[in-house]
């Protein structure tokens, strides 16, 4: 089982920029989140989808949109990027009544 | 907005030491669960607690969640440095299906 999946790893733009962060699950999850990661702020939410078809804003979603393509894919749009928007994004997935959220690997994004 | 404050930030001890970690709120949660990310890698669950008063083991890892559901710990006995990482917690609302997640606890267990 591949679980979270994120493409790409690692990720330089320049301010302006626009590019889509990849997301796929394989765990037949309803709900799937994008978070952003910055040093000793722990994990803040950008945008989740409770299922198919509905997406809602989280914490921090300014500079960002969303798709729930299907049930497997969420992607992530930095529509011009800034430099405030370098950080670690993860995607997570849940599928259970308790909200324990399954992590993709990450992927590191540096805005120059 | 729920928030969860972690304590303390950093956490530098030897091998063999114990330590805890907490974790409190002013709101009440559903459910809370425990984290822990390693360098370069999304979080991984490590446990969820549900119930007021509840004690979870897991090896030498003690949860508990405290009996109001405001706050939990996280106690490790006899550290090893493969317990190195990033600790967090997350609380779980009651009405919806997000997370609001503790600011961290770094902890470095030196051999």
């Known amino acids: 089982n591949a679980g979270v999946t994120q493409t790409p790893k690692f990720q330089v733009l320049k301010t302006g920029q626009s590019m889509t962060l990849q997301c796929a699950q394989d765990m037949n999850h309803n709900s799937m989140y994008w978070y952003r990661q910055d040093p000793g702020m722990g994990l803040r939410l950008i945008y989740y989808s409770a299922s198919e078809g509905t997406t809602d804003k989280g914490e921090v979603p300014n500079g960002y949109n969303v798709s729930r393509l299907n049930k497997r894919e969420f992607s992530l749009r930095l529509e011009s990027a800034a430099p405030s928007q370098t950080s670690v994004y993860f995607c997570?997935?849940?599928?259970?009544?308790?909200?324990?959220?399954?992590f993709g690997p990450g992927t590191r994004l540096t805005v120059t | 907005t729920q928030l969860l404050e972690q304590s303390p930030q950093f956490l530098s001890i030897q091998e063999g030491e114990n330590l805890t970690v907490y974790c409190n709120s002013s709101s009440v949660f559903s459910s809370l669960q425990w984290y822990r990310q390693e360098p370069g890698e999304g979080p991984v669950l490590l446990v969820t607690v549900v119930t007021g008063g509840e004690v979870k083991k897991l090896k030498r890892l003690t949860f508990q969640f405290g009996d109001a559901r405001k706050d939990s710990s996280l106690h490790i006995t006899a550290a090893q440095p493969g317990d190195t990482g990033l600790y967090l917690c997350?609380?779980?609302?009651?009405?919806?299906?997000?997370?609001?997640f503790g600011g961290g606890t770094r902890v470095l267990v030196k051999p």
């Open positions: 997350a609380g779980a609302e009651a009405a919806g299906n997000k997370l609001t």
């Open positions: 997570a997935s849940s599928g259970g009544l308790s909200y324990e959220q399954y």
